[in-house]
Structures are given as structure tokens and as C-alpha cells.
């Protein structure tokens, strides 16, 4: 089985998915990208995705690796917050991000693929770091620090700080995993011993 499944819901710009591929690839070795699947949604009053249902939804699919990162070309959100950029399980097995809000024409700015890729690949990495569980850092540089802007994703780094690929095994995760049915230990230290070597 694959490490990784890059599973974009409906339609979902080619050269992202590619990069994400490739750059994940890099680090990860296996991914595989699924064709576009399709599932039920739930819209809020304006109009935004529930993520959190999406999660729900996912679980039923057929994965094809032990990690699996949706990606929705919509805009995203859980209740009682604006707006997110991605959701996972803290030690869970799905993640999914939303490319909308990660462009600069979203914000009435010129196009800037480079910066556009860069944000999506620090979002996967986000998302996947809390199924990997790890959750949010006060470390302004690391990647696992929670970011409401894309100002905010632009500060960051791609990496994660010592601190957090450290402290994975906290109790809060033990219970996450137990709860989340994702107690495969092994993977997840054979994919945070990668994490290490490329964090140094
Ligand atoms: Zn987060
Ligand atoms: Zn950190």
C-alpha cells in the first residue's frame, strides 16, 4: 500500500495536483493521485463546503495508502468560524485542503503561481502533520503553527521545528489515534523518521 493518496473532489486545477504529487513524492516516496471522485457535500447558508462532513463522507471511500489528502477546488469552512484552509484528524487517517483562498487573485492580486504552490504544499504538510499528530505550534516559523491569513502561511515554513516532530506521542495523541482507529504505529514512525531527515 501506497504511503500517501492524493484525492482531489471533482474538479481540481492539474498543475497543483502534480506539484503536489512530485513534492510529496519527494518526501513521502509513494503517492499515488486518484481520479476526481465524487461525493455528497454539505453547504452552509453561504454556500462554503463543511469540511468536517467532508471528513465524514471520506471515511467511507476506498483509500488506497494509509494517509489520504483530499483536495477541493471550493471554499471551505467548519461551523462557527469564516473560513479554513484545511482540515484533518489529529491522527487520523484524512486530510483535506481547499486551494481557493491560497491564490492571490482571490484577493484582487496579481497571479503568482510560485507563491500559489508553495502555500499549497506548506497546507498539505500542515494537515498532514496533525495525522501524523501533531498538533498547532507557537513556533512563528514552524509549519505546524496555526495561520487564519495567508500573510500568516507566507510566514511559516515548509519544515516543522524539532519541538513538534518530538512530541508526537503525547497522551492527547495516543487517545486521538485510539478514537480515530489509527493506531498503526509503525507508519507513523517511518513517516516522521522521513520528516526528521528532511526538517535538519
Ligand atoms: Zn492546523
Ligand atoms: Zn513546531
Not at 132 to 137: A, P, T
Request: proline content about 4%; glycine content about 8%.
Amino acid at each position: 500500500m501506497a504511503v500517501l493518496e492524493i484525492l482531489p473532489i471533482g474538479v481540481v486545477e492539474e498543475l497543483c495536483l502534480s506539484y503536489l504529487r512530485d513534492r510529496l513524492g519527494e518526501l513521502f516516496g509513494e503517492v499515488v493521485l486518484s481520479p476526481p471522485a465524487e461525493v455528497p457535500l454539505k453547504l452552509n447558508s453561504r454556500g462554503q463546503v463543511l469540511a468536517d462532513h467532508l471528513l465524514d463522507s471520506l471515511s467511507n471511500y476506498q483509500c488506497r495508502a494509509d494517509r489520504v489528502l483530499a483536495v477541493i477546488n471550493r471554499d471551505i469552512t467548519v461551523p462557527g468560524v469564516d473560513y479554513i484552509f484545511g482540515l484533518a484528524a489529529l491522527g487520523g487517517r484524512w486530510a483535506v485542503i481547499s486551494p481557493v483562498r491560497l491564490r492571490e487573485a482571490y484577493y484582487g492580486r496579481e497571479c503568482d503561481t510560485g507563491l500559489f504552490l508553495e502555500r499549497i504544499l506548506k497546507e498539505a504538510l500542515h494537515e498532514l502533520g496533525h495525522t501524523l499528530g501533531m498538533v498547532h505550534c507557537t513556533n512563528e516559523e514552524c509549519n505546524m503553527k496555526f495561520s487564519s491569513t495567508v500573510e500568516e502561511i507566507d510566514r511559516r515554513s515548509l519544515l516543522f521545528c524539532e519541538s513538534c516532530l518530538g512530541r508526537v506521542w503525547s497522551p492527547r495523541t495516543e487517545i486521538a489515534y485510539a478514537t480515530n482507529g489509527d493506531g498503526r504505529r509503525q507508519i507513523v514512525r517511518a513517516l516522521l523518521d522521513r520528516l526528521r531527515l528532511w526538517c535538519r
